[in-house]
């Protein structure tokens, strides 16, 4: 203030040493985790709030969303959950696949929080896991909420050092050790939400640290003693038909926009999507499938060239791949198993070629 220090909060405790600090979604309050059990919070003034010596070691610390609860880590693997005043709620449940992921340290304790992208988090969490949290064994843990029992569980076979999400939150990047021919090497391994497998990118020496950038385009990572960037191509989703070119790309409110280009007269419409998975065309509709907010439910809508709905069918299994038929629609359980065929036949010239193009965009299922 007035080109003048201040000191607060000074660590004067010589008995331990700070294992990490984290701000709130906000920036108004800061906590700080001492080794041996021992938490501050402090205000964005440098006024401290409250302090508490809890039982048990911390090695990291993280604030919901809302700051209405803090998250701590112990070195045995432990969540624990508290209120913002510091009061005991319960233990986040750790699962395990393989071997007991409970007895391996955290390496990372991430909380998606909405970032600078403005969208209604609470509407978004219901939906995604938005709670990452990475074990040094390998495993990763991926919550909609603290108290999720039924969490998603990713074995990435590395050395996790840590993690962190995108400023989407439709990514969450892994960052492990691998021993490649006795050298040490290390790999960055990106996945959705929902623990699919996106990409893995190999880079040579140890990484110690990463950095999204704030439109999760390009990607900063300390390498030994250097700074590497790296560019993020999104796969967008696109398609083309009756002199129309559609295609995707995401809203900051995780909503998709789709735009059909009518390139002869150079016109755009647009529509807005949730959950897209795949855009599909065929004679003079195209087909887009998302995935819907039920559970085990997917839509498939039949549009035209404007972006007009003409026939919306939902179905109960993911979609995996797309072929084109000329007489049915055939919807495959998996890549050998027949579940479901669909055949339509149109009443008259309009619906006809409606039927048709909805029989061409044939899809094969998990």
């Not at 998250?71 to 709620?89: C, R, S």
């Not at 390009?218 to 070119?245: E, G, M």
Request: hydrophobic share 35%; proline share 4%.
């Amino acid at each position: 203030h007035k080109n003048h220090w201040f000191e607060e909060m000074i660590n004067n405790r010589k008995k331990s040493v700070v294992r990490d600090m984290k701000w709130t979604s906000n920036g108004e309050k800061i906590g700080i985790a001492y080794e041996d059990g021992a938490v501050i919070v402090g205000s964005v003034e440098g006024n401290r709030l409250w302090g508490k010596e809890l039982t048990h070691q911390l090695s990291l610390i993280e604030w919901a969303p809302d700051g209405k609860t803090i998250l701590f880590a112990t070195p045995k693997g432990e969540v624990k959950v508290y209120d913002y005043m510091g009061n005991y709620l319960y233990d986040t449940p750790i699962c395990s696949t393989a071997e007991k992921t409970a007895s391996s340290p955290l390496v990372a304790l991430q909380w998606y929080d909405g970032g600078l992208n403005g969208f209604a988090f609470d509407k978004y969490q219901e939906s995604f896991p938005t709670l990452g949290i990475a074990f040094q064994n390998g495993r990763v843990q991926l919550m909609k909420h603290e108290n999720d029992d039924s969490p998603i569980l990713i074995n990435t076979n590395l050395q996790n050092i840590t993690a962190k999400w995108s400023p989407s939150g439709n990514v969450f990047a892994v960052v492990g050790l691998v021993r490649d021919g006795g050298e040490k090497q290390s790999d960055i391994t990106f996945f959705t939400p929902m623990g699919k497998h996106l990409r893995s990118l190999r880079v040579p020496g140890a990484v110690t640290s990463i950095a999204w950038e704030m439109h999760g385009q390009r990607f900063a990572i300390a390498v030994d003693a250097s700074l590497v960037f790296a560019n993020i191509q999104p796969n967008y989703q696109w398609t083309y038909f009756n002199n129309t070119l559609v295609y995707s790309y995401p809203k900051h409110d995780h909503d998709i926009s789709l735009v059909f280009w009518d390139v002869q007269i150079d016109y755009k419409y647009v529509k807005y999507v949730k959950n897209l998975l795949a855009l599909k065309s065929s004679g003079e509709y195209c087909v887009i499938v998302t995935n819907t907010e039920e559970a085990n439910c997917w839509a498939l809508v039949l549009c035209n060239s404007k972006g007009s709905p003409v026939e919306t069918k939902y179905i109960n299994f993911e979609p995996l791949f797309w072929f084109n038929g000329q007489n049915s629609c055939r919807c495959l359980q998996s890549e050998n198993s027949l579940l479901m065929a669909i055949q339509q036949e149109g009443q008259n010239s309009q619906r006809r070629r409606e039927a048709e193009s909805w029989e061409r965009a044939c899809f094969s299922y998990r």
